[in-house]
């Protein structure tokens, strides 16, 4: 019997400036301009830099699209992208996924506050006997952008996992919904993954024996958890607030 331990509802929310900053720096990295990655996103250099700044889903898409016609053919972008979002990058978030006690209350936590990260992939993460199944979906979005959201999601969401229990995830399997890419993408994701995927296997989702969901966290720190988990209600309190303004004025506008 499957018990279904989390679902994002929405990936439509205000984010943090953070991901914006880590997609330019990529795109800088490799030789663009600031002016060609921000164009029609509406987000200023001085907006970019702001410590409190947020963005739209939207201007991140925008963002993404740039920074793919810019840099086409270069099918690793996604995961080059997705290995930058270290726990730092996530802020507050982050800290209180990394001093969870337990890799199983780091997932419960994330969930309840998703909405803090930088997702535009919905997941889902179910426990079905003894494993555990992390799904993901991207039929919302643009199809131009679908691809490249996944690699970077899943990169990230690798990435956060590496470094929050001090060493890499066993995955027993990871699956596709995508066609078999070229073999150096093919290298790219097991080098990622540190198995093999398997493709035209949809939907997208990699699994992990359950057990590692008892498996305690080094830097575990239950009251750090506690200091950020408040502290993290405050800001999307203050930050539902902020939308609500804006909802009535531009409503009464």
């Given amino acids: 019997m499957a018990t279904k331990a989390s679902s994002k509802p929405n990936w439509d929310f205000r984010r943090g400036m953070a991901t914006a900053r880590v997609l330019t720096q990529l795109g800088l990295d490799r030789g ?25 889903a939207q ?42 006690p337990t890799l199983g209350s780091a997932f419960g936590m994330a969930a309840r506050m ?22 993901y979906q991207v039929e919302h979005l643009p199809p131009d952008i679908r691809q490249f959201v996944l690699d970077r999601d899943r990169a990230a969401a690798v990435t956060l996992q590496r470094e929050i229990l001090g060493q890499p995830m066993t995955y027993r399997a990871v699956l596709m919904r995508r066609p078999e ?8 994701y097991t080098q990622l993954f540190g198995i093999r995927p ?46 609500g303004v804006a909802v009535t004025v531009r409503d009464r506008l």
């Fill in 32 to 56: 663009l301009s600031p002016d060609a990655l921000l164009r029609h996103t509406d987000i200023t250099p001085t907006q970019l830099d702001s410590t409190h700044g947020e963005l739209e």
């Fill in 59 to 100: 201007q991140e898409i925008q963002l993404i699209r740039n920074l793919m016609s810019e840099l086409p053919g270069i099918e690793t972008l996604g995961i080059e992208a997705g290995t930058r979002y270290h726990v730092t990058t996530y802020g507050l978030w982050g800290y209180a996924v990394l001093s969870s």
């Fill in 114 to 135: 998703l909405n803090q990260t930088f997702s535009l992939s919905t997941n889902e993460v179910e426990q079905v006997g003894d494993q555990v199944i992390i799904s």
């Fill in 181 to 188: 890419p070229s073999p150096q993408m093919v290298e790219a």
């Fill in 198 to 243: 398997l493709f035209d296997q949809p939907p997208d989702r990699g699994l992990f024996d359950a057990a590692l969901m008892q498996q305690a966290l080094p830097q575990a720190n239950l009251h750090t958890k506690r200091l950020c988990e408040d502290m993290l209600k405050k800001l999307i309190d203050a930050r539902s607030q902020r939308t």
